[in-house]
Structures are given as structure tokens and as C-alpha cells.
């Protein structure tokens, strides 16, 4: 059994961290203007953005026009590892890059290309997702904004919500529907809408931590009026885009959430003498046992990670990515309660949580008991637990349908 890259990965990644030592954000610039919403570029993050692209590093895999250098999907892992090891955020804006901007170039105009993705690559503009709304989470394929075409022009009404970074991102990719006759998968529509526009009013909703710097928002389309251009794709073709959107990327997610996992249980274990030592032996030989678990939790989900990969690689399916999304963020959770639990009383002193310039949630910030508030955002974000269960008992055991 092989477990070393070849020398050619070893050879990008020494490229990569030449690179990187020369041209990164220092952790002090990024700490003096922190991104506080996913939809907020501060300067540094700009300049960032452009520097990789110029570099050829912002999308490693994609060809050299887009910000890329063809790279395959190995080189591509060890650039996700690399970036999160040296705590260098490859964007602030993550929907804009991971989802938005592919899917402009997948499936938009030229025009569309130059005015909206190619400005998300060179970081001077970011983009929200339009998807959810108040009835149509889980199942997305019964939202209700509806886009009018009338002439030359969309007339929008409706309600999105949990839109990450609508309170600060220049436009936003808008799933709405276009025909309401026919049965809901078909008669959806993708409109880029700039979040200017008047008409639309956002409402930030202040979570649980860090209330002062809010990145999910509610947003409200009144009689917003869109240029027909703005269509991406076909006209009630925005289901099958919506699926295509949505994988980008997905391959990848997993290495991220793993490394997130990673560090937690390094800060665990590094805490866990100190919070032991006041313990029975009894009560300390139950949390060696929870953590020890932890451990094992961890490692099974790097393993399970390359493995879903490793298929990916080779262009076969791999059903490991809903065990990973599952997995790793339920470990996440555990983590943190386990941690908060072991240390006691003192757990609920909450309110330090600091902004280091990265507002990724797979990144353990501020106390565990903070850590466990937020570990939520990923058991729900992207295909909540429950919803992966079912793919998993039907896709992967072959289960009936409940
Ligand atoms: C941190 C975060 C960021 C987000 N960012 C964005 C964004 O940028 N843009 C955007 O459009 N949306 C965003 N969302 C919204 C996210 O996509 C939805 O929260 C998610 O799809 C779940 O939808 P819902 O909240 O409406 O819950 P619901 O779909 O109403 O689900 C409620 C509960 O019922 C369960 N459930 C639902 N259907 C089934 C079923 N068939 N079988 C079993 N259980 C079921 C769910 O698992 C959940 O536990 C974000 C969410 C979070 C937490």
C-alpha cells in the first residue's frame, strides 16, 4: 500500500508554499479588518482574491483564464490542506466562489460571464444565494418568489431567508418561479439580481453568537424590476442548474470539515489534562473514554474522506460524501459538547469569541460551549441531518422510500 503523494504533488505543494510565504494576507492584516459576513470583502480580502487569480492559485483546477493552472484533483486536495494549515482563507465570500461564479460559467452568457463571475474571481464583487425561503428549505422545489417576465424585464415579489451574506454582497444568484402551472420541479427560474435594486429590503438575523456581525438574512423583493438579460440559462430549466450548482465543489467540502474536526480534538486533548484534574477517578475515566471516542471519530472521518475522494478521482460516484456531511459535522457537534460538558460550570462564560479574519464554520472559534451553539450552521446548512439519512437509506442501502 501506497500512502505518499508522487513527486509531482510534492512538487505543487512546494510551489504552493513558496507562493504562498510571498504573497499571503499576514495574520495581522487580516485580524485589523475582519470579513464579518460571508458576503463582506474587506480590503485585504480583495487584494487576496485578485493575487491568487493573477497567481494562477484561486481555483487551482480551472484553466488559467478563470484563475486557474489545470491542476488535477490531488493537487487540488493538497492546496484545500495547504491553505487551511497555513489559516489562510481562500475567500471570505464562499457561496460567490464556490457556487455562484462555476455556475455563472457553467451555465450563463458571455455577458453574464464578464459582468458577474469574472468580478467574484478578481475580488471586486461578491454574491449571495438565493435559494431558501419560509416554506422551501429542505424542499427547495416549492418556493414561491415569483419573476414575472414582462417585456424586456422580470418583475420579482417574494421572500427569501437564511440568505448568507445578502446584508453585504453586491448581487444575488435568485431562484424563483417562473411558472406556477406546472409541477414545481419544472417551473423554476435563475435571475442575477443586483442586491441594489429597488425594491429589496434585507433584514439581518442576529444569531446566537457574534449577534453584533449578523450573516444570515431575511430578503424581501417588492415589485423589483430585473433585466430579462439576467436570466441565467433556460427559462424553467433552474432545477436541473440548481443540482449542478450545488455540486460544485462538493467533492472538496469534505477536506475542510475534516481539518476542522482535526483541530478541534487537537485543542480538546490539549485541554483535557487540565479540565481532568479536578475529577473522581471515575468521573475522569468516563471522559477519557468520550474522548478517546472523539479520536477515533476523527480519524475514521479522514479516512472515509479519502475514500469518497479516491472514487471521485477515479470519475466514479461516491456515496461517502452524505456519510461525510453527516459524520463530520455531527462529530463537531459532539466534540464541542463533550468538551463543554468535561468543563463544567464554567462552560457557559460565553462572549470571547474573536474574528480572526476567517468566518468559516468549520474552524473552531471561541469557547466550546460557543463552539457547540454554532455547530448547528453545518448539521442544517447544505442538506440538513436528516435529509442526508434519507439519501444514505435510499441511494446507499437501497432502502424504500418512506
Ligand atoms: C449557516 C447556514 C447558512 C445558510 N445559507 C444559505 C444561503 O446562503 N442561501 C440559502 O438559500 N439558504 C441558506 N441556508 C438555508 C439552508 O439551506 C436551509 O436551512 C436548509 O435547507 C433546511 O431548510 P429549512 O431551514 O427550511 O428547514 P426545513 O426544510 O423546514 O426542515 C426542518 C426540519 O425538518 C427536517 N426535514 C425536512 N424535510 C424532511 C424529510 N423529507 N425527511 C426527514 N426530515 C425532514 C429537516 O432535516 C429539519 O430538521 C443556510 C442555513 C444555515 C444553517
Known amino acids: 500500500m501506497k500512502l505518499r503523494f508522487d513527486a509531482s504533488v510534492e512538487a505543487f505543494r512546494a510551489e504552493l508554499l513558496e507562493w504562498l510565504a510571498a504573497n499571503?494576507?499576514?495574520?495581522e492584516e487580516m485580524a485589523a479588518d475582519p470579513s464579518v459576513s460571508t458576503g463582506h470583502a474587506p480590503a485585504w480580502a480583495r487584494r487576496w482574491t485578485r493575487t491568487m487569480f493573477d497567481g494562477g492559485w484561486l481555483v487551482p483546477g480551472w484553466p488559467r483564464e478563470l484563475g486557474g493552472r489545470n491542476a488535477g484533483a490531488i493537487e487540488t486536495l493538497v492546496y484545500i490542506e495547504e491553505l487551511a494549515k497555513a489559516r489562510v482563507p481562500r475567500t471570505t465570500n464562499v457561496q460567490g466562489l464556490g457556487i455562484v461564479a462555476p455556475s455563472i460559467i457553467d451555465y450563463g452568457s458571455e455577458a453574464q460571464i464578464r459582468d458577474y463571475a469574472m468580478p467574484i474571481l478578481r475580488g471586486e464583487a461578491t454574491a449571495c444565494l438565493g435559494m431558501s425561503e419560509p416554506g422551501a428549505g429542505s424542499d427547495l422545489a416549492?418556493?414561491?418568489?415569483?419573476?414575472?417576465?414582462?417585456?424586456?424585464?422580470?418583475?420579482?415579489?417574494?421572500?427569501?431567508?437564511?440568505?448568507?451574506?445578502?446584508?453585504?454582497?453586491?448581487?444575488?444568484?435568485?431562484?424563483?418561479?417562473?411558472?406556477?402551472?406546472?409541477?414545481?420541479?419544472?417551473?423554476?427560474?435563475?435571475?442575477?439580481?443586483?442586491?441594489?435594486?429597488?425594491?429589496?429590503?434585507?433584514?439581518?438575523?442576529?444569531?446566537?453568537?457574534?449577534?453584533?456581525?449578523?450573516d444570515l438574512n431575511e430578503v424581501f423583493f417588492s415589485d423589483v424590476v430585473v433585466p430579462a438579460e439576467n436570466l441565467v440559462g433556460e427559462m424553467n430549466n433552474g432545477w436541473a442548474m440548481a443540482n449542478g450548482s450545488l455540486a460544485h465543489e462538493r467533492g472538496m467540502v469534505w477536506v475542510g470539515a475534516v481539518m476542522g474536526l482535526e483541530e478541534a480534538l487537537e485543542k480538546l486533548l490539549h485541554d483535557a489534562p487540565r479540565l481532568t484534574a479536578p475529577m473522581t477517578p471515575d468521573e475522569r475515566a468516563v471522559a477519557i473514554d468520550q474522548i478517546v471516542r472523539?479520536?477515533?471519530?476523527?480519524?475514521?472521518?479522514?479516512?472515509?474522506?479519502?475514500?469518497?475522494?479516491?472514487?471521485?478521482?477515479?470519475?466514479?460516484?461516491?456515496?461517502?460524501?452524505?456519510?461525510?456531511?453527516?459524520?463530520?459535522?455531527?462529530?463537531?457537534?459532539?466534540?464541542?459538547?463533550?468538551?463543554?460538558?468535561?468543563?463544567?460550570?464554567?462552560?457557559?462564560?460565553?462572549?470571547?469569541?474573536?474574528?480572526?479574519?476567517?468566518?468559516?464554520?468549520?474552524?473552531?472559534?471561541?469557547?466550546?460551549?460557543?463552539?457547540?451553539?454554532?455547530?448547528?450552521?453545518?448539521?442544517?446548512?447544505?442538506?440538513?441531518?436528516?435529509?442526508?439519512?434519507?439519501?444514505?437509506?435510499?441511494?446507499?442501502?437501497?432502502?424504500?422510500?418512506?
Not at 499571503?24 to 495574520?27: K, N
Not at 454582497?169 to 424563483?176: G, N, R, S
Not at 402551472?181 to 433584514?203: F, N, Q, W, Y
Open 24 to 27: 499571503r494576507p499576514t495574520p
Open 294 to 402: 472523539l479520536a477515533i471519530d476523527t480519524t475514521a472521518a479522514r479516512c472515509l474522506g479519502y475514500r469518497g475522494f479516491a472514487k471521485l478521482a477515479r470519475g466514479g460516484s461516491a456515496p461517502e460524501q452524505a456519510l461525510m456531511k453527516v459524520f463530520a459535522s455531527e462529530t463537531r457537534q459532539r466534540i464541542a459538547l463533550v468538551a463543554a460538558e468535561i468543563q463544567g460550570a464554567t462552560s457557559v462564560e460565553v462572549g470571547s469569541v474573536g474574528i480572526d479574519g476567517h468566518l468559516s464554520v468549520d474552524e473552531p472559534q471561541g469557547t466550546w460551549l460557543e463552539q457547540y451553539f454554532h455547530s448547528f450552521a453545518n448539521t442544517i446548512s447544505a442538506g440538513a441531518s436528516e435529509i442526508q439519512r434519507n439519501i444514505i437509506a435510499e441511494r446507499v442501502l437501497g432502502l424504500p422510500r418512506g
Open 142 to 214: 416549492s418556493l414561491s418568489t415569483r419573476a414575472v417576465l414582462d417585456g424586456d424585464h422580470f418583475v420579482i415579489n417574494g421572500q427569501k431567508v437564511w440568505t448568507s451574506g445578502a446584508n453585504y454582497a453586491d448581487f444575488c444568484f435568485l431562484f424563483c418561479r417562473t411558472d406556477p402551472d406546472v409541477p414545481k420541479h419544472k417551473g423554476i427560474s435563475i435571475v442575477l439580481v443586483d442586491m441594489k435594486t429597488p425594491g429589496i429590503t434585507v433584514r439581518p438575523l442576529p444569531e446566537i453568537i457574534r449577534p453584533e456581525h449578523p
